[in-house]
């Protein structure tokens, strides 16, 4: 860095130092970089420590080596999520965590795609998971055991991140070794056969080397939901070398391995859940969702000088999926005023297998440059890769019916489960990217980012009919040369504020999910032969820090369209052409931090005025809106240190009503409060109890949907915790 003074004792404000030892203990390559910086130019001698706040719930700088710039001053609307809050609000899975983030909701699996199923902003992100910037492409339940944090970046994003990110994306962060010793045992007992146990364990294992391990073994059923189960375990461990002074090397590997009853919900009745027992289950007890995910990741991380260095990351991951699932629904024309006792639920049977692979490289080169009086963070580099797919899909034949209202527990049985497809897809990924800060002045900075993606696919399958005889095959070739673009201007009127205007764009390819099959129910290929999805994004926000740092709020007005939405094509039944438009125009306000020594606080409220613009859906009314999304999202988390010893904390989450589907007649759910809590006794500093109580009032709401059925969200949960961290 440039223009320092002459060498004194530098003294942090609690923002300041906080900013750093959360930057360290992530692996943060912006707060490292900036104590090398200032320890290279002379200026530390010693720190004093003004006061000392803890912050629990918020981050204020990315784990992500592309953002170089604190998150007050990043032009993008970004939620973070520590692993304390996670811990705090006893999220156990991916879906536990995003539903504390106003302005996202999730989907039901499909039979085809199962796993976390969010959307951001109103457009599926099932697509956009990361972990630690490269894509966690698999179909599985993440767990958080392994997670420092989860950072939810709003917007489209593909300047960033590559192709789709239409609503935004999600990114985990691993937590990664740290130079001191950790010892942390987490175990879970709670209600609906909860049982969980969590180990931390971190050890210096030389002057240059540290170790970490995590550990998972989760089971529980569902609370308020007769059949289904979770049943996973994990482990992960990474280590990390210094090579000389100026090089770190960290290998890492995580394994998550889950053996699961799927939870595929209620059907539908006259454009309404059915009206029937929250704990019906409609499936077999014999269902199964048997997924593995391996990944294994190389991290090296070289400093050229104090203002420049590149961090290199190779990345290979194996994800495998086994199903039998059954989805219900409705047999004959039944209505609202059909006698509940006479309707019949036809049992969906889907088969399925699959196995998901990725090779993948990233090379980032991150430097601070002046060019006369103007400074750049400059962010460039290349990513290539190599991902695969080969799904095969079944369907069951002469499955028994059962009743509504009373569903029958038997054994399962059909008179076949032959493959219908089997499909193998082989995508080739390049991509070349940079990424500039520029601080004209002291009040303004200037962002703009250009990145150029290829994305090309080779997509083989075989059909059968309902015996298993073979009937055709299909070989498609395909590549997307796209440009994305990011832009945005920066105004700071003080050091604690910031005002900021940005545009970007994104592209969603067809094969963008490594398929051409765009319904695992009538195995279509709709979107084969189409250019991408073309989305575009305003966003007019502000974030600021007060208090002193302990309070932080943002606010952001936002707009995104979708020019060319994929529509059926009315000329060719089964195809689609990009002939529609589709827009979410919204506004999303989000506060978090240690407002006091004793008061902390997590939460948000998003609005969205979404719609279906043209199309060529005859069914589907001018401004209807998208499905899934809520006008209103609503999220708070208040935690209270009533003393040295105790803590309490409540917390409140709405969504409103929502569509399935859009064509006439329409398919919805009705709005919902959920209000959970937590007490904590800390008896010594190493040993604390927790009680967790989640939807207290044991809300009967809807939380996943899908156009064919649709799964009620958790009952109420109680889950006692005892921690023992060293």
Known sequence: ???????????????????????????????????????????????????????????????????????????????????????????????????????????????????????????????????????????????????????????????????????????????????????????????????????????????NMNGRLNLLKHQSEFPGRD????????????????????????????????????????????GKPADVNRENFYGFESDFIDTDADISTIMLEHEINPDTRVQAILRNADYKRSTRITEPMLVGNVTASSPLESVVVKRNVFRGESTEDMLMAQVNV????????????????????????????????????????????????????????????????????????????????????????????????????????????????????????????????AEEGTFYLGYGTSFNPSAEGLSFINSGRNLTISDAYLDPELNKSWELGTKWELLDGRFYMDAALFRIVKSNARVPDPLTPGFNVLAGEQEVNGLSINVARQITDRLAINGGYTYMDSEQGKTTQLSVLPGTPLANVPENSFSLWLNLDVNSRWQIAGGARFIDERLATTPQPVKSVPDYWAMDAMLKYEMTDNLTFKLNLTNIADEFYFDQLHPWHVVPGPGFASVFAVNLDY
């Open 1 to 207: 860095m440039h223009g320092f003074p002459a060498s004194k004792p530098l003294q942090f404000r609690t923002r300041e130092l906080n900013r750093i030892i959360s930057g360290v203990l992530l692996g943060s390559s912006v707060a490292s970089f900036s104590l090398q910086t200032l320890a290279a130019e002379g200026v530390i001698e010693e720190v004093i420590i003004q006061e000392t706040v803890r912050d629990r719930y918020s981050l204020d700088v990315s784990p992500l080596g592309k953002f170089t710039e604190p998150l007050r001053d990043t032009p993008q609307s970004i939620v973070t999520i520590s692993d304390e809050l996670l811990d705090d609000r006893a999220a156990m899975s991916l879906s536990d965590a995003l539903r504390n983030v106003p302005g996202i909701t999730l989907g039901a699996g499909e039979f085809s795609w199962q796993g976390n199923t969010p959307n951001i902003r109103g457009f599926s992100s099932r697509n956009d998971m990361f972990l630690d910037g490269l894509r966690d492409f698999g179909s599985y339940d993440r767990d958080p055991f392994n997670l420092g944090s989860i950072e939810v970046m709003q917007g489209p994003s593909s300047a960033v991140f590559g192709r789709g990110s239409t609503g935004g994306v999600i990114n985990q962060s691993s937590k990664r070794p740290i130079n001191d010793s950790l010892r942390a045992l987490h175990v879970n007992v709670g209600n609906a056969g909860t049982r969980r146990a969590t180990v931390d364990l971190n050890e210096p294992l030389s002057d």
């Open 227 to 270: 059949g289904a189960r979770a049943d996973r375990y994990g482990f992960a461990p990474s280590l990390a070398m210094e090579l000389g002074s100026a090089t770190e090397l960290t290998l890492s590997y995580m394994k998550q391995h889950s053996e699961n009853i799927p939870d595929y919900g209620l059907p539908w009745l006259a």
């Open 366 to 493: 991150i430097s601070r440059v002046m060019a006369g009086d103007v400074e750049h963070a400059l962010v460039y580099g290349f990513e290539a890769g190599q991902e695969g797919s080969a799904p095969g899909f079944g369907f069951g034949l002469g499955v028994p019916t059962t009743s509504l209202i009373a569903p029958t527990e038997e054994p399962y049985s059909s008179t076949g489960v032959a493959w219908r497809l089997l499909s193998d897809s082989t995508a080739d990924s390049l991509a070349a990217y940079a990424l500039d800060t520029i601080k004209l002045n002291e009040k303004w900075q200037l962002m703009a980012g250009l990145r150029w993606d290829s994305f090309e696919i080779d997509y083989k399958a075989d059909r059968f009919d309902d015996n298993g005889t073979f009937i055709a095959n299909e070989r498609i070739q395909r590549t997307d040369i796209k440009t994305s673009y990011r832009v945005a201007m920066v105004y700071k009127p």
